[in-house]
């Protein structure tokens, strides 16, 4: 598949089948994560994977809604400040690393036929618990992983030339 057919057929997904996702897929897409560009290469972020039956109610105190959990997985990314490379004017990278990974998962998903939904909206103190995050780690973002009970909506997006500055701003 085309990269950029890719990226036009991702969506955030809602609604999820309780179909459990292939371990070969599972391992495809967490392989996508470890691939991707990290600054200096230092890869300052760690992939949780949860299997959410029996323990829906726990997971949906990291983010309270029903389609959180109705994937068979939940998977996180979590930026590990420790280990990441910073710039010179001392800003770290974990964060935006984490980032990445994350969205070469998502990516790595949809070409699989998985469905995810990027969740950013997640209570920090909960995922700390429910996950046994250390204090030295930060979770960036999660996402149900699993195959899709709903069809993708139309998608809105800012004109290109809105978003693209040439030369300066």
């Not at 609604?15 to 371990?23: F, I, K, S, T």
């Not at 103190?125 to 069809?151: C, H, K, M």
Request: aromatic share 8%.
């Amino acid at each position: 598949m085309d990269v950029l057919d890719l990226i036009a057929r991702r969506y955030s997904v809602r609604a999820y089948r309780p179909d459990p996702v292939e371990e070969e897929k599972l391992r495809q897409v967490l392989e996508a994560a470890r691939l991707a560009p990290t600054a200096a290469n230092r890869q300052p972020f760690r992939v949780l994977v949860a299997q959410t039956r029996g323990r829906e109610e726990e997971l949906r105190r990291v983010y309270n809604r029903p389609w959180f959990v109705d994937a068979p997985l939940v998977v996180g990314v979590v930026a590990v400040p420790a280990e990441a490379w910073r710039r010179m004017d001392g800003k770290p990278y974990d964060e935006v690393d984490a980032t990445i990974a994350m969205d070469h998962l998502v990516l790595a998903a949809t070409a699989l036929g998985l469905g995810t939904c990027w969740v950013a909206a997640f209570d920090p103190a909960a995922a700390r618990e429910v996950f046994g995050l250390p204090d030295d780690v930060a979770p960036v973002a999660f996402t149900p992983l699993g195959y899709a009970a709903d069809e993708p909506r139309h998608k809105t997006r800012r004109p290109l030339e809105e978003l693209v500055k040439h030369e300066r701003w």
